[in-house]
């Protein structure tokens, strides 16, 4: 499997760069993120730049405390650090011999997936404190500088851990949420795996998101595109990723995990609103409050927004799910169980393309407002926007705008609609989007409008539509916005 260069993160590594002069001193730094992320090769990179430290590297495997012991100790004994045969018998001892060791040798010190200390040895972590309370009143006069970063995976227990009164609260320097790559990066990494259409990068976008590992694959099955990966990666009896998600999240959500899946499940083929996903999922609304607090609060998973443009609170929201493949695997993988279960994969993938387009134009709005301000300078945010509209009959009905992006200070307002389609008619297009313009109440009087359209290809471009500028963005464009950040 190809190993794919290291791509970004130098936000990250200036944090870990600027923690490391500290002397005299214990230095605890969380990094945390999901699986795939890239926090143990994040950490590799950093000791490759830092050629003075040694990085001494601890696994905390789901095993008991004594084997786990064990296996320090042969990794000390592999890095000529502890004598041959000797064993670390606790894990007061093992930190206990960190702190000597740092008299004298420049080290980065990584517990990785430290959360699994929870099943192996729960008392690890008031250890941990014990051991930071102490040196960190003592150490001054030890000439000895204690780095140690912890790696977790699993988002919500990380939390627990170090953000809710638990034993470590208050004891960390510095936090890295390590988050999925940007399109750039991604676009770059798929670049040197030889996929340089902007269409077929997206698309692998649009399904694995920004967690890099997951590239690695492309090459491994040696996929031409998104829909033959699909069929390799995902339907198959050893497919790499066909329970990758499941695998995760089960961990993360423990006992309540069917009532966590119901809601996903809900959320990933379009039920937005409250009512929406309690109706779909079966979880009462009086109920459905706590667990969309936790999937969005605790793990991460889930965001929350108001499409109402009023800067009152609102109780206009809509949910959705932020990682690509999650939503993926929730609304074909998961909603199709039985099909996967029954080794039906043809089957499965047919139905995976008769509806992938319609996931694509999902995920290329969310590209869209995501990415707003390389597209326009003068606004940084973006949201969807919902409301009642009237037909030539005069009769009430819904209607939704992709895109609404404001500048306050300007008074000015952008509607934008996405089309995951060729030879879009932009005139067309933005006729009916500004029909549904009028009813959104925001600087009636004052606003000055403008409007976009985001598609693959147009037969009929505008650039402006009764007095207002009108811009369109195909794959063309896209191209050239996001290789030179170009701005209008």
Not at 227 to 248: D, G, H, P, V, Y
Not at 473 to 483: A, C, G, I, S, T
Request: charged share 30%; net charge positive.
């Amino acid at each position: 499997m190809t190993v794919l260069k290291f791509k970004d993160r130098e936000q990250e590594i200036k944090i870990l760069k600027q923690a490391l002069p500290v002397i005299n001193d214990v230095i605890y730094i969380v990094i945390y993120g999901r699986r795939r992320i890239g926090k143990t090769r994040l950490v590799q990179e950093f000791a490759r730049l830092m050629p003075d430290y040694e990085l001494v590297y601890f696994y905390v495997d789901k095993k008991s405390i004594d084997l786990l012991l064990r296996d320090f100790s042969e990794y000390l004994w592999n890095k000529n650090m502890l004598s041959q045969g000797l064993i670390i018998n606790s894990l007061e001892h093992l930190l206990e011999f960190l702190a000597n060791y740092a008299k004298n040798h420049k080290a980065i010190i990584v517990f990785d997936e430290f959360q699994n200390f929870n099943y192996v040895y729960p008392a690890a972590y008031s250890i941990f404190q014990k051991f930071y309370d102490y040196y960190h009143l003592h150490i001054q006069d030890k000439n000895s500088n204690l780095f140690m970063l912890f790696l977790g995976s699993y988002v919500g227990l990380m939390k627990q851990l170090f953000y809710y009164k638990e034993p470590l609260y208050g004891r960390v320097f510095r936090f890295i949420h390590l988050k999925p790559l940007s399109f750039e990066h991604v676009s770059s990494m798929l670049g040197d795996l030889g996929v340089k259409d902007l269409q077929k990068q997206l698309e692998f976008y649009f399904v694995l998101g920004g967690v890099p590992k997951y590239y690695e694959l492309i090459s491994f099955y040696k996929a031409r595109d998104v829909r033959q990966f699909i069929k390799q990666a995902f339907l198959s009896k050893q497919a790499i990723l066909k329970e990758e998600i499941k695998n995760t999240l089960l961990e993360e959500f423990g006992r309540d995990y069917k009532t966590y899946f119901s809601i996903l499940e809900a959320i990933s083929v379009g039920n937005s609103k409250l009512t929406q996903i309690s109706n779909y999922s079966g979880v009462e609304i009086k109920n459905m409050h706590k667990f969309l607090h936790e999937l969005i609060e605790v793990f991460d998973i889930v965001k929350r927004e108001t499409y109402s443009l009023k800067p009152r609170k609102t109780k206009k929201t809509i949910y959705s799910i932020i990682d690509p493949l999650t939503s993926f695997w929730f609304r074909y993988l998961y909603k199709n169980s039985s099909l996967l279960e029954s080794e039906s994969y043809e089957l499965l993938f047919k139905k995976i393309m008769n509806d992938i387009n319609a996931f694509f134009g999902f995920q290329f709005e969310e590209f869209c407002r995501r990415n707003i301000n390389k597209f326009f300078k003068k606004f940084y945010t973006a949201k969807p926007w919902f409301g009642s509209v009237r037909d030539d009959q005069g009769l009430r009905k819904q209607a939704e705008i992709d895109v609404v992006a404001l500048n306050h200070e300007r008074k000015e307002v952008l509607f934008g609609e996405c089309k995951w389609q060729a030879n879009v008619n932009a005139e067309r297009i933005v006729k009916e989007l500004a029909e549904k313009a009028s009813f959104v109440q925001w600087q009636n009087v004052e606003r000055k409008e403008s409007f976009a359209v985001f598609a693959k290809s147009f037969k009929k471009r505008v650039k402006s539509f009764e007095g207002r500028p009108v811009y369109c963005f195909d794959l063309k464009d896209l191209e050239r916005v996001f290789k030179t950040k170009r701005k209008v």
